[in-house]
């Protein structure tokens, strides 16, 4: 305990959409059930940037950002968890209403820890929670509801490339959206059977051919807006849109006809909650297909790691090209 400083560097974000800045705060301590981890790396995240710009969870301001990462247990609060996981390399995730994981120390629920696998390196194990557990849920949620085909856009991403690898595992077609033509290339390359280009002339047209032929009945939405508009459109009768993220930033666009009319469905995804309503054995399911994912089918290559003072800089390098790999910053 002699070696925890009482003030650390933590990325702050003050205001809505404002750059995050570098401040200095008090290292919290860990309540019982609580965990201190001194931070080793955090990835930047579609979700983060969605955090960033407001909107996307309640937050009181200022806070850190950062949904997820990896590093080192060095206290516990109290609690059988937490004095196991004490001096162990861990997956972590924030608290909902705590600040994230963008600081050199964080404190959370010794609960939203994993033990990093043998093998898995902390900077991989810093990307281990969000991506994996989403893809794993999704392709769960389609097998639970029997949908033998599915949709998903932004396909490019290192979550959709997840979803390509588990989809075929799980025997589940799937059709890919992408806005790019090396992006075509390289999902085909990875092995997609269906990857439609957003850009192309007829786009619309072969969306709305392919899911009828393929009885694509689940459509995954990563963007929102006038996207949403375009898939709910093109999917069967009886079709749900499951929204589980909102790249564009814009209001969700629907006819309410096609609810009315063809019994379409509109739901939201968001990880932690769906977490809380599964049971400790599906819980521990999942986490246990996550762990024998990371060296292959749940893998996200690295682009680049950068110092948490750089923060604005890996920001501006994530967006700039999103599927390219993922910005860590080292904590």
């Not at 690898?165 to 990875?190: G, K």
């Not at 508009?229 to 993220?245: D, Q």
Request: charged share 25%; net charge positive; with cysteine.
């Amino acid at each position: 305990m002699n070696s925890i400083p009482a003030s650390m560097k933590a990325v702050r974000q003050h205001r809505p959409g404002e750059a995050p800045a570098i401040d200095s705060v008090p290292v919290p301590r860990p309540e019982k059930g609580e965990v201190l981890i001194k931070m080793h790396a955090a990835p930047v995240n579609p979700s983060d940037l969605s955090l960033l710009r407001g909107g996307y969870l309640e937050r009181n301001y200022p806070f850190t950002p950062g949904l997820e990462g990896s590093g080192m247990v060095v206290e516990s609060g109290g609690g059988a968890i937490g004095r196991l996981r004490k001096g162990r390399w861990v997956a972590c995730t924030p608290d909902p209403t705590g600040d994230g994981t963008w600081a050199e120390y964080i404190k959370t629920s010794a609960m939203r820890t994993v033990p990093l696998p043998g093998g898995v390196t902390p900077e991989m194990g810093s990307m281990m929670l969000v991506n994996p557990m989403t893809a794993v849920a999704l392709i769960g949620i389609a097998k639970k509801r029997n949908h033998r085909a599915m949709v998903n856009n932004a396909a490019a991403s290192a979550l959709g490339k997840m979803l390509i690898r588990l989809a075929d595992q799980d025997r589940i077609h799937l059709i890919n959206i992408v806005r790019r033509e090396e992006q075509e290339e390289e999902l085909i390359s990875l092995g997609a059977k269906y990857v439609l280009n957003s850009t192309d002339p007829g786009y619309k047209a072969k969306l709305k051919d392919i899911a009828g032929s393929l009885h694509a009945t689940l459509f995954l939405d990563a963007v929102g807006g006038e996207e949403a508009a375009v898939m709910m459109k093109a999917a069967p009768p009886g079709s749900t849109l499951l929204m589980y993220a909102r790249l564009s930033g814009d209001p969700l666009q629907a006819d309410p006809g096609w609810l009315i009319r063809e019994g379409k469905h509109m739901e939201g995804f968001q990880l932690g909650r769906w977490m809380q309503e599964q049971s400790t054995l599906k819980k521990l399911r999942v986490i246990s297909r996550v762990k024998k994912g990371m060296d292959g089918a749940l893998s996200s290559r690295i682009r680049e790691m950068l110092p948490m003072e750089e923060v604005n800089e890996a920001i501006a390098k994530y967006k700039q090209k999103m599927s390219h790999g993922k910005i860590l910053l080292k904590l």
